[in-house]
């Protein structure tokens, strides 16, 4: 059983926006930090924004007031929100959880990712 599970990728115009959910379906991570990782094409994965266990955020700075990451742990999910797209955003998008809750470790839980295109 995949531990995570992305979806909400798609095709977008630059400018626009997507809502990405995570469902942790494989486990509880209610007290993990969680975070949005993408990967480029052709280039290595990074982490774009995360939320600790006590729901404090963070984000790399080419995400910075476009993306917002939220967790709703009643129902065991995960969400980045993404406005004012742009074509340097397109990547596969993963979501993770680590074992603790800092998001100072490593991740150990992965989903098999969602696609986001953005293209005029």
């Known amino acids: 059983q995949v531990p995570l599970v992305e979806s909400g990728g798609g095709s977008v115009q630059p400018g626009g926006s997507l809502r990405l959910s995570c469902s942790a379906s494989g486990g509880t991570y209610r007290a993990s930090c969680m975070a949005w990782f993408r990967q480029p094409p052709g280039k290595e994965r990074e982490r774009i924004a995360d939320?600790?266990?006590?729901?404090?955020?963070s984000y790399t700075d080419s995400v910075k007031g476009r993306f917002t990451i939220s967790r709703d742990n009643a129902k065991n999910t995960l969400s980045l929100e993404m406005n004012s797209l742009k074509p340097d955003d397109t990547a596969m998008y993963f979501c993770?959880?680590?074992?603790?809750?800092?998001?100072?470790?490593?991740?150990?839980?992965w989903g098999q990712g969602t696609q986001v295109t953005v293209s005029s």
């Open positions: 939320i600790s266990g006590d729901g404090i955020t």
């Open positions: 993770a959880a680590s074992f603790f809750g800092s998001c100072t470790g490593s991740f150990y839980a």
